[in-house]
Nanobody, 114 residues
Framework: QVQLVESGGGLVQAGGSLRLSCAAS????????LVWYRQVFGKQREFVGS???????HYTDSVKGRFTISRDNAKSTSALQMNDLKPEDTAVYYC????????WGQGTQVTVSS
């Protein structure tokens, strides 16, 4: 069974930075795309960005140039570096491993104050 554990959320002022981490158990991490989503209460979960097993990244337009996704296959971890944060980035952030039956992290709250 694959488990994803996220960390790094918190409260930050607009313009600040946070770094989220997603640590995976199991061996499928290195062969799977890792996706970051976010969700505001009462709204649908939104795609933030993804990174393939070989390191190719894609981002939603609203975070391009501010967010960076990385991964370390040897450690089965991924990071979401978020810079120049805005109040509209406030959400619960989830990592999702697109492999096997698909696996979600528990989510971590990011709150950006204006």
């Amino acid at each position: 069974q694959v488990q994803l554990v996220e960390s790094g959320g918190g409260l930050v002022q607009a313009g600040g930075s946070l770094r989220l981490s997603c640590a995976a158990s199991g061996s499928i991490f290195r062969d799977s795309t890792l996706v970051w989503y976010r969700q505001v209460f009462g709204k649908q979960r939104e795609f933030v960005g993804s990174i393939t097993k070989s390191g190719d990244t894609h981002y939603t337009d609203s975070v391009k140039g501010r967010f960076t996704i990385s991964r370390d296959n040897a450690k089965s971890t991924s990071a979401l570096q978020m810079n120049d944060l805005k109040p509209e980035d406030t959400a619960v952030y989830y990592c999702y491993l697109r492999g096997g039956s698909g696996y979600w992290g528990q989510g971590t709250q990011v709150t950006v104050s204006s």
